[in-house]
């Protein structure tokens, strides 16, 4: 009688073990969560410009300007952006898309690589403009995803970007 009890228990036990394997798979690379990443934006010219570090040979895929707070059905992203990372900087001329003389605009884009094209990068700028001059602006959790570190120390959102 108990070693039927025994066996029973180890039955539903390894039972529970495999459904659970089964239900939930492997953890692999596509598990992981990259957080994003952000740039300072300068103004080059008339050209809104941000720096890219380790520029390699990383281009724009896609990218999504719009005014802070846009909902995310109404955004508008462009899947074949014309622009090219250059010198570590990716610039937007005004013929690509004009900023307004005063606003706060998130800026969204991901940089693809054709050495490291199971690692695109994926940035989030939030800045202002404000009669001609432009300023980053601390993005909020919900307009980033952020690393790990944010949620375990009592830090900033800049100083989890370092």
Known sequence: MVKQIKTRVLC??????????MLTGCPGPGDRM???????????????CFNVTEAQDYQ???????????????????????????????CIPPSYYRFPDKGQ?????????????SEPRRFVVTLEINHGHIYNVTPTESEIALPYCRYVQDTSVAACQL
């Open 34 to 48: 990259r957080p994003d990443e952000t740039a300072q934006v300068d103004l080059q010219g008339e050209n809104v």
């Open 12 to 21: 539903a036990a390894f039972l529970s073990g495999v459904c659970l394997l």
């Open 105 to 117: 605009f998130i800026v969204e884009y991901v940089l693809t690589s054709a050495k490291h094209d």
């Open 60 to 90: 724009p895929a896609d990218m999504a300007i719009n005014p802070r707070g846009t909902l995310s059905k109404n955004k508008n992203i462009n899947f074949s952006p014309d622009l090219k990372v250059s010198d570590g900087k990716l």
